[in-house]
């Protein structure tokens, strides 16, 4: 059950395809204040959770309820209109544009001129093309990609594309955060890298994340309360400390000594 304070909540959600159980009877909450980590091996259905909650899977049973809003039986399209913004495990963006235009992109929702009007950038399309531009800007500067602003995405290293790929996410203005491995395949230092703009888009911007990665020495450093999936059943969900020390993740994921 969810708990007093819960910004966002998982209730019973079970997902499968065909004979193939993704998730069963999930439930769990995320706090306005805290970042969320789902853990588990591979498999465990962490994926497909962040999918039901973004709108790409529909569960068969359960609800997901959000800012007066059940995910469950909101239209795919309207999801990100709600404030859900993710980033995705495999990059996904548009690799033969910019930068600049990759996150420009993500403001469609936000822009409210017709399209012949923003054609020809005249009055109130002016107006709001200066507006969201100046938003994009400053995401640019938040993540320290000033210098690769009218890169082509596709050309550049696999740390700054993801990187990029989390300006997207924030260009969306979203009320909660999803981050799909935001860190893998990166070297240390990217890692620390990204680590800090996690913790600065939560402390500073005040907006809540749910976190999958796989390394557990991150997760537990920055993470608030952690939930761990072992084939699609939620077998721990606590602190850090709790999750360190809790047999049946040993068992199951972290590996017995």
């Not at 359960?62 to 980033?87: M, N, Y």
């Not at 548009?94 to 993500?106: F, H, I, P, Q, V």
Request: aromatic fraction near 6%; hydrophobic fraction near 45%; include cysteine.
């Amino acid at each position: 059950m969810s708990q007093p304070g819960s910004f966002l909540q998982i209730n019973r959600v079970h997902l499968s395809f065909g004979h193939t159980i993704a998730l069963d009877d999930i439930s769990f909450d995320v706090r306005q204040d805290e970042i969320r980590a789902i853990i588990g091996p591979n498999g465990a259905g962490k994926t497909s959770l962040l999918n039901c909650i973004s709108g790409f899977y529909r569960p068969q049973e359960g609800h997901i309820l959000f800012d007066e809003h059940d995910l469950t039986q909101t239209p795919t399209h309207e999801i990100a209109k709600v404030g859900v913004a993710r980033t995705f495990q495999n990059i996904a963006l548009y690799t033969g544009l910019s930068t600049l235009d990759n996150l420009m992109a993500a403001r469609h929702i936000h822009m409210k001129q017709p399209s012949l009007a923003s054609a020809l950038y005249w009055g109130p399309a002016r107006r709001e093309e200066v507006k969201n531009r100046r938003i994009v800007e400053e995401i640019i500067d938040f993540l320290e990609i000033a210098h690769i602003r009218n890169a082509v995405v596709g050309a550049l290293p696999y740390g700054l594309r993801k990187r990029v790929e989390l300006g997207r996410a924030l260009a969306l203005e979203p009320k909660v955060l999803l981050l799909d491995e935001p860190m893998a395949g990166m070297n240390v230092e990217e890692k620390e890298d990204m680590a800090r703009f996690i913790l600065d888009i939560h402390e500073r911007r005040g907006i809540p994340i749910i976190l999958i990665e796989h390394d557990m020495g991150l997760v537990m450093d920055i993470s608030d309360r952690v939930v761990v999936l072992d084939f699609g059943i939620k077998i721990a969900d606590g602190t850090p400390d709790a999750i360190k020390a809790d047999e049946n993740v040993i068992r199951a994921y972290l590996g017995e000594a």
